[in-house]
């Protein structure tokens, strides 16, 4: 079933929708949310909760593309449920993957914070605009959906290394364009 008829079902208020969503979809979630919680039971709870965000999403909104859309919504409630759950500890693998890149990324805890972490996404959807198709490849698994280095290698078909390198270049680059225009001070 393609996303525009699994997206009509959600506004028939279908509950097939939520199954034909887990069918097309339900993989890429949870293993977005298993990368961040690096727990299945936890992954597969942030799933159902990704999957009851969506049904309370559409309608109103007719998100496309719809894959990218609820693994938004899991990334967001995997990255809460994890503060939650390691706020008085340190560990997991998003820790790792944030940790690469605090050092000029700015924290939203008010709402100048806040206005400067928008300013700040659209510089970096910018910038991955201008990447090439594997950098923004990369960039995207890594820091996006929270891929071990590993992974994106085997997928890329690269070296760790290599892959590791690119990462590494591309915070430079990042960094620079960020400093260039005043982003970071």
């Known amino acids: 079933m393609d996303d525009s008829a699994i997206i009509d079902l959600f506004f028939e208020r279908s509950e097939q929708a939520i199954d034909e969503l887990d069918k097309k979809h339900g993989a ?22 990704a999957y009851l965000a969506v049904w309370n999403s559409i309608p109103p909104q007719r998100p496309n593309p719809l894959a ?3 693994c938004r919504i899991v990334r967001n409630l995997a990255i809460s449920r994890l503060r939650r759950e390691t706020a008085q500890k340190r560990g997991g693998g998003l820790d790792l993957v944030l940790d690469e890149m605090e050092e000029f990324l700015p924290s939203a805890q008010d709402v100048e914070a806040e206005l400067e ?3 700040l996404t659209e510089r970096v959807n910018r910038f ?3 990447l090439s198709y594997d950098d923004r490849f990369f960039f995207v698994r890594r820091y996006f959906f929270a891929d071990a280095v590993k ?3 085997a997928a890329a078909g690269q070296k760790e290394s290599r892959v590791s390198l690119r990462l590494f270049r591309l915070r430079e680059k990042l960094k620079k364009t960020l400093e260039k225009e005043g982003l970071l001070v």
């Open 28 to 49: 890429a979630v949870r293993k977005t949310a298993g990368n961040i919680l690096q727990d299945r039971q936890d992954a597969e709870e942030c799933a159902n909760d």
């Open 128 to 130: 991955l605009s201008t």
């Open 151 to 153: 992974d994106i290698a």
């Open 68 to 70: 990218a859309f609820v």
């Open 117 to 119: 972490a928008r300013e």
